[in-house]
């Protein structure tokens, strides 16, 4: 069983990079564009240039959408991972010291969600991996043509 479970384990990450991606993108879309509900619920967004609140919206719409591609995952999951961890003792701790009491549980998750894929990389279905792929080949490719030295 842990065979299978492993050789399992590339896909289901890519999967859960997939979901973690696609919800912080919808975090961000939230906070720039109003979308799904807006900043204040009501359909607002954040003021652009405005610190933290609309750079947060930028770091997560981007950032979100980066590792939901599997482009530059480590990259932009460590870009992420700080500004949730910056969001949650910032915002969040000060009001109290447990999340579920200082309503901080979605920036921390997210925070340890996208430190963990700065280790795993992007998993079986990313971009990055087709791409490094797809060049592999086409080194391979450039080498058979290249003529051989005397």
């Known amino acids: 069983m842990t065979g299978r479970l492993n050789s399992a384990q590339p896909y289901v990450l890519g999967f859960f990079r997939i979901v973690i991606g696609l919800l912080f993108t919808c975090h961000g879309a939230k ?3 109003g979308l799904l509900g807006g900043v204040d619920g009501q359909g607002g967004t954040a003021a652009a240039g405005v610190w933290p609140g609309w750079y947060a919206a ?3 719409l981007v950032g979100g959408s980066l590792v939901l591609l599997g482009l530059g995952t480590r990259f932009a999951a460590f870009i992420a991972s ?5 969001a949650y003792f910032k915002v969040h701790q000060p009001q109290a010291l447990w999340p579920v009491q200082n309503g901080g549980e979605g ?3 997210y925070c340890w969600a996208m430190f963990l894929l700065v280790f795993t990389g992007s998993g079986a279905l990313g971009l990055d991996k087709f791409i490094a792929r797809h060049s592999k080949a086409q080194n391979r490719e450039a080498r ?4 051989v030295a005397a």
């Open 31 to 33: 906070g720039l564009f």
């Open 107 to 109: 920036a921390a998750l």
């Open 58 to 60: 930028v770091i997560e």
């Open 144 to 147: 058979k043509r290249e003529p």
């Open 82 to 86: 700080g500004a949730m961890a910056y």
